[in-house]
C-alpha cells in the first residue's frame, strides 16, 4: 500500500514509507533522525569505498578516511594486504592519526603512547606492569573492518555478514572493468585529489553522477568553453543510443559518449581532437608508437559513462567522486583525478594534460564543480520549505524498457538511476 505525504502525516511516516516508485518525500534532505539511521543502516552496513590501491603504493602507506561519520586508517602492511582500521585507540580513544596520507611503520597513540602495527595489532604499552593479569594484550588491537578489493578498488564495511564484495557489485563489474581501460593499456593511477564541502544532503551528490538532463543546463558555460569537438562528443541529449542502466543493488550506468564506452573497441575511423596535437607530437618524439598514442588520447576524457556505485563512489568519466555524508544538510566531495600509471615518458605529458582537463570541469575553479554544488545548495535550501512536497523522480518512467541483460534501461536524461539508488536506500532503510 502507498501512502501518501501530507502536511499532516510527513513527520509521523517511517522512512521506508517516504520513497514511492516515482517520487521521494523532501524529509528525507532534511530530517537528522533520518540521517543518523542512515548511518548506521546504510554506511555501516554495506560496502563503502575508501581507497585506491595507488594511493597505498608500498608497504607502510596510509590513507586517512571516513566509513559513514567513523574515522579510517586504510594501511597496507609489510604482507601486501590491505587493512581498514577503526582511527581509535584502544585505551582512552584518542584518535591515532591526523595526517590525510603518509608512510609509516605503526601508530602511536599521542596521548599515553599504545602503540599499533599496520595491520591493527597492540605492539606495545608503556609500563606495562598495571595490566598485568588485567587484560590480555592480543585482545586489545584497534578495530578492523572487512576490507576487500576489485582491481584495486578498495572497500570496506563493519558488517561482517555483508555479501562478498564482487556480489554487491554485480553487473557493475563490466562497467568498472570498462572504466579501468582508460590507462592506454596501463593500470590507472591516483595523479590528485581536490576536497571541497557543499551545503546539502549526501543523497542530492548521488542523483547527480546519472543526472543527465541537467548536464546542457547547470554546464552551459563550461560547454561554451571547450572546442567545437568536445561540445559536439557530449551533445546526447537527443541521441537514443545514449542510456541509463539501473545495475541492481543502487548502482546505475549513465553512457554521455556511447562511441568511447568501451575504449578498446575502435574502427580507426574518429579523428583525434586537434587540440591534443602538442600532446601527440611529444609522445612521437620519445618514441611511443601511433597505435599506443591513439589509445591514450582517445581516453583523455574518460570512459563516456559515468557509473554510479551506492552508496558513496561514482566511477565518473575520467575520475572518481567520493562522498561523506557530514550531517543532514553538509556533505564533503573527494575529485579524485586518475591517469596511467606509466613509464614517465608517457605518464609524465599524459597525466600532465589529464589534469588540466580535470581542472578545467571538476577543479574548484572550473566550470563544473561550482556550477553543480550551487546546485545543491540550492536543492537543500529549497526542501526545508513544505517537506511534504515530493521530489520528482519521474521522468522517463513510461518509456523504460528491459535491456537484453535485464537491465532496467532509459534514456540518459531519465531517472532511472535516482529510482534505483532510492529503491535500495528504501530497502535498507526499512530492513534495519
Known sequence: MTIKFTAENICDLEPGDLVQDDRVAGRVYTDPEIFDLEMTNIFEK?????????????????????????????????????????????????????????????????YHAWSYGL???????????????????????????????????????????????????????????RFLKQGGGYPIKVIGTHRFKYRGNWKIQLENTTDGYHFPIVHRSWMASVDAETADMLSFMTDPKSTCHDLGNGHSVMHMVPNHIDLDVDDGTEPLQARFDSLVAELQQAGVDNAQIRKLVRAMHGTGSNL?????????????????????????????????????????????????????????????????????????????????????????????????????????????????????????????
Not at 48 to 76: C, D, M, Q
Open 46 to 110: 554495506t560496502w563503502i569505498w575508501v581507497a585506491h590501491e595507488s594511493e597505498l603504493p608500498r608497504a607502510g602507506s596510509f590513507k586517512s578516511t571516513y566509513v559513514g561519520r567513523n574515522p579510517v586508517i586504510v594501511t597496507r602492511d609489510r604482507k601486501g594486504n590491505f587493512n581498514t582500521l577503526v582511527n581509535r585507540c584502544r585505551h582512552r580513544g584518542a584518535s591515532l592519526c591526523e595526517q590525510q596520507k603518509g608512510q609509516a611503520n605503526g601508530f602511536t597513540c599521542p
Open 308 to 432: 554510479n556505485l551506492f552508496p558513496n563512489v561514482g566511477l565518473s568519466s575520467a575520475f572518481f567522486r567520493v562522498l561523506r555524508p557530514i550531517s543532514v544538510n553538509e556533505t564533503i566531495i573527494e575529485h579524485v583525478a586518475i591517469g596511467p600509471d606509466a613509464p614517465e615518458e608517457i605518464a609524465g605529458p599524459v597525466n600532465r594534460e589529464r589534469r588540466r582537463i580535470h581542472e578545467h570541469f571538476q577543479g574548484p575553479f572550473g566550470f563544473g564543480t561550482p556550477d553543480d554544488a550551487e546546485g545543491w545548495d540550492r536543492v537543500q535550501r529549497g526542501a526545508q520549505a513544505s517537506p511534504e512536497m515530493p521530489i520528482m523522480l519521474n521522468r522517463g518512467l513510461n518509456r523504460e524498457v528491459k535491456a537484453p541483460e535485464g537491465w532496467v534501461t532509459s534514456h540518459s536524461t531519465d531517472e532511472t538511476g535516482m529510482r534505483a539508488a532510492y529503491q535500495m536506500w528504501k530497502k535498507m532503510m526499512s530492513n534495519g
Open 119 to 177: 595491520d591493527g595489532q597492540l605492539r606495545g604499552i608503556p609500563y606495562p606492569e598495571g595490566y598485568e593479569g588485567v587484560m590480555k594484550k592480543e585482545e586489545m588491537g584497534l578495530r578492523k573492518l572487512r576490507t576487500e578489493s576489485y582491481r584495486g578498488i578498495i572497500f570496506a564495511t563493519f558488517n561482517d555478514d555483508a555479501e562478498p564484495l564482487e556480489e554487491f557489485l554485480g553487473d557493475v563489474k563490466l562497467w568498472a572493468d
